[in-house]
Structure formats: structure tokens, C-alpha cells
């Protein structure tokens, strides 16, 4: 039997009692192509838990049945009669709940013959690695008069958009009471909506801190009820950074969200040598990315503010990135260090200080992390790719944060994984005595709230954590 190609069974070559099977996985993956595909998103099929047919004795949902029956389905387009096959109709009963990671096989078998319309009906049935009867039914089909040989497809590779790893920390934002925030210069429709959005999610407590009339006219413009939200006059945007500054070191608010000013202008305010919110670290910029295609959140640092960091400023810049995972219980995070190659180049000085930030974490001056580098972005990500080259690292393949060679290289890395890859990406800057929320105008409500609740609760456990 060529497995490369496919040959059909014709009319004349059928007969009573003949009967065809196949085998396939039940997993996550197909499910949630089922559910996209359906539009049936009844929350308890997306649990992790859930079964591929229902408990229920009102029957299996949409997207349970679909995969049941798709089987039957591809045993008659591929097996018995095959290519060429034109399906008439289907039934199925469902029997039994079937479970992520059963091995369902669907089974056709020949019942009758109709000459006339050279239709064939079939007996199906689908059972579980156990033996047990999942579904049974009847299908009806035309079958092919001539034969037919077909060389396999292969599968389309399909990627379900599946934006859940900020659930859980989002959740626990919410859990706890509204954080105390500045919203600094909120003076455009986006800026002063992702305001109120977060605080009618129970993520914050906002004090706008801005000229009133601006950002009163901001409100109307976007239809927004600005009672009972605490208003703080100023008369522009410096001013606005610069009490947002002094709020937060009387600790009058807890974190800082900008507004419609641009980053720099803020940050300025933050790190100004008599600030008060300084710290010995550098201020960097942390995107918290949920990427579809990759196993686990991924931290990419700094793509925002560092435009060409030293290696002493990326010291900095890493600590800030692993002591971020710490604070959401990720004991010890993998840091790939980026460049364009995995080996050192003296002409690249990106492999230098990749190799020089390698050295430091063994020693100590990079703590709570295993940092590598130089490691080319596809052997970070990536273990085959790793193994192809031959390198052996205990980063490779498993990044938890990967640190870029500058901005731009950051900036572009985040975005193509943003607009090519489909990730959402969570923004906080760390590094000073308060997080600070940094949102794009681009950014869903998803995103935005998934950055703002990563800020509350690194304000909350920080705190928690001088306290102790």
C-alpha cells in the first residue's frame, strides 16, 4: 500500500460487507479548530477539562459532533469508495463523551448497493482506544464509476488564535481593589477610554491629572461619564508628569499610566536626578507577549526605551525582566541573549556583550535567572533549530525572556510577532519605584487591560516584598 497516494474503490468494486477504517487523535487543537470554525463558544468547551461530546442527555454541541462525524466523512472522501466520492447524507448517533487525547477509529461499512443511482449505503461507527462505541450511524453516497488515484495532500497547517495566557494574572488583578493610578495627560479620546475601561473592569482607581477643559472635551468626544472620577488641574502635559511624579512619591497613587504625552516626556519626569522614584536600576521596558505559536508567554525587553543600551544599562534591563516573571511565580526564567549568530564575533558587538552577560549571570551579577547568549533568534525559540546547529544550551528552545541588541532591533522583533505572528503584547516600564503603563493607541482592550493589570500586580507584590 503506497501511503503517498490515494485509490478509490468504484461502484462495480463494492460490495456488501466491504468496510474501511481510520484512526485519529483527539486533541486541544482540533477542537478549538472546530469551535473557531462553528462559532460555538460555550465557555465550558473551552475549558481544559471539557469533553469533546457532552454530559448532557440533550446531546453533543456543535463542534463535538462535527469531529465525530468529520471522521465518517474522511473514511469515505479518502478510504471506502475514495477520491471521487460524492456524500449524500450522514447520521450519527453519539454514545459516549469522548475525552481529550482518545484515540477515536471511524469505520465504514457497506450495507447496500442501488444501481440506478450507483449510490452505496454504509453502517459507521466510531469507537475509542478502549473499545467502546463513541457514535454509531448510516451515511449514503455516490460512488465513483471509474478509478481514481490521487496523490495525498498534506495538511494545511492551521493556527488557532488563542489569546489566554493573560487570563490568569488579568483575573487576579481583578480579584483585589482597584489600584490607585495617575493617568497622566489624558487628553485624547484613546488615552482618557483606556482609562475608564480599566476602571470599570475593577482594574484601577484613576486620578486624571491634566488640563480639566481638554479633558473634559476628550470625554465628550468619546461619550464617556467622567462622575465621580477624581480630577487633578494642571496646565499641560509637563506639569502633568511632574505632580504625577510627586503623587507618587507622597505614595498618594501606586503606578503611573501615560496619557497622551509622548513616553519620553513622562519618563524624563520619572528619572530626573531629584524625582524621588529613581532606584539604582535603569528604567527599561518589558512587552509581556502572548504569542499563538509559542508554548508559554515571552517576555522582549527592551524594545521601547534603551535606544542603544551598554552592557552595564543591559545588566540592568535583564534584572528587571527576570525580577517581572519572579513576581508572577516563575522561579527561574530562561534569558536568551540575542544577536544575529550564536557565536562571537569581535565585529558584532552584540555577541560580545551576549557573551559578557553570560559570564556575569554565572557570577552572580545577574541573579535568578540562566541567562545565554549569543543565541540567533531561531535557536532561542526554537529546539530543533538549536539542535540542527548543534549547539547545546539550557536556553535554547525554552526562552523565557529574549534580550535584544537595541531598540530597534526590539521594536521590530515585537511588532512582527505582533502583526505577522498575531501575539498581543502587554506593556509595563520597570525599574523605578512604581510601574508605569505604557499602552499604544493600536492596542486592543485586551491588551491594554492585560498591561495594566501586569502593572498592579507588580506594584502590589513589590510592595509586599519590601514590607516582609
Known amino acids: ?126 469507537t475509542n482506544q478502549k473499545g467502546d462505541v463513541v457514535s454509531r450511524g448510516t451515511a449514503a453516497v455516490i460512488a465513483p464509476l471509474h478509478g481514481l488515484t490521487w496523490p495525498v495532500a498534506p495538511e494545511p497547517d492551521i493556527y488557532v488564535r488563542q489569546h489566554d495566557r493573560y487570563a490568569r494574572f488579568v483575573r487576579e488583578a481583578q480579584e483585589r481593589s482597584p489600584m490607585r493610578t495617575a493617568i497622566v495627560h489624558p487628553c485624547s479620546v484613546e488615552s482618557l477610554t483606556a482609562a475608564i475601561e480599566a476602571r470599570d473592569e475593577g482594574l484601577i482607581d484613576p486620578l486624571l491629572i491634566g488640563p480639566t477643559a481638554r479633558i473634559h472635551a476628550a470625554a465628550e468626544a468619546a461619550h464617556l461619564d467622567l462622575t465621580g472620577v477624581s480630577i487633578e488641574a494642571v496646565e499641560h502635559s509637563h506639569a502633568a508628569a511632574a505632580r504625577a511624579v510627586q503623587l507618587s512619591v507622597a505614595g498618594q497613587v501606586v503606578a503611573l499610566m501615560k496619557g497622551s504625552q509622548h513616553t519620553d516626556e513622562l519618563l524624563s519626569a520619572v528619572v530626573a536626578k531629584d524625582s524621588g522614584l529613581r532606584t539604582d536600576r535603569r528604567v ?150 512604581v510601574p508605569i503603563i505604557v499602552t499604544s493607541r493600536a492596542d486592543s482592550l485586551r491588551v491594554r487591560l492585560a498591561s495594566i493589570a501586569l502593572a498592579k500586580l507588580v506594584a502590589e507584590r513589590s510592595s509586599r516584598r519590601s514590607n516582609a
Not at 473551552?46 to 474522511?74: F, I, N, R
Not at 527592551?302 to 511565580?329: E, M
Request: glycine share 6%; charged share 15%.
Open 284 to 433: 527599561s521596558h518589558v512587552y509581556a507577549m502572548d504569542v499563538p505559536t509559542y508554548q508559554k508567554p515571552l517576555l522582549v525587553t527592551d524594545a521601547a526605551v534603551n535606544i542603544a543600551p551598554t552592557l552595564i544599562q543591559k545588566r540592568d534591563i535583564c534584572q528587571n525582566a527576570v525580577d517581572l516573571l519572579h513576581l508572577l511565580g516563575i522561579e527561574r526564567p530562561s534569558v536568551a541573549v540575542l544577536a544575529a549568530v550564536e557565536t562571537v564575533n569581535p565585529s558584532m558587538p552584540a555577541t560580545i556583550d551576549a557573551a559578557s552577560l553570560t559570564a556575569m549571570a554565572a557570577r552572580g551579577q545577574i541573579s535568578g535567572a540562566t541567562v545565554d547568549g549569543p543565541l540567533a533568534f531561531d535557536n532561542a525559540i526554537s529546539a530543533p533549530a538549536a539542535a540542527t546547529k548543534g549547539i547545546v544550551s539550557p536556553v535554547a528552545g525554552n526562552a523565557d525572556i529574549l534580550l535584544v541588541p537595541d531598540l530597534e532591533a526590539g521594536n521590530m522583533l515585537a511588532k512582527q510577532m505582533i502583526f505577522f505572528g498575531a501575539a498581543d503584547a502587554a506593556g509595563v516600564v520597570l525599574g523605578a519605584r
Open 1 to 126: 500500500m503506497n501511503l503517498h497516494l490515494l485509490r478509490n474503490r468504484t461502484f462495480d468494486e463494492i460490495a456488501p460487507g466491504d468496510s474501511a477504517s481510520l484512526t485519529r487523535l483527539a486533541t486541544r487543537h482540533e477542537l478549538d479548530v472546530l469551535i473557531a470554525f462553528s462559532g460555538d463558544i460555550d465557555p465550558t468547551l473551552l475549558d481544559s477539562e471539557s469533553k469533546l461530546a457532552t454530559k448532557s442527555q440533550l446531546g453533543p454541541s456543535v463542534p463535538h459532533a462535527m469531529w465525530v462525524s468529520a471522521l465518517v466523512s474522511s473514511v469515505l472522501g479518502t478510504r471506502l469508495p475514495g477520491p471521487g466520492t460524492v456524500q449524500l447524507r450522514q447520521t450519527q448517533k453519539h454514545c459516549r463523551a469522548v475525552e481529550l487525547g482518545d484515540e477515536i477509529t471511524a469505520t465504514a461499512t457497506v450495507r447496500e448497493k442501488f444501481g440506478a443511482q450507483h449510490t452505496v449505503t454504509f453502517d459507521t461507527c466510531c
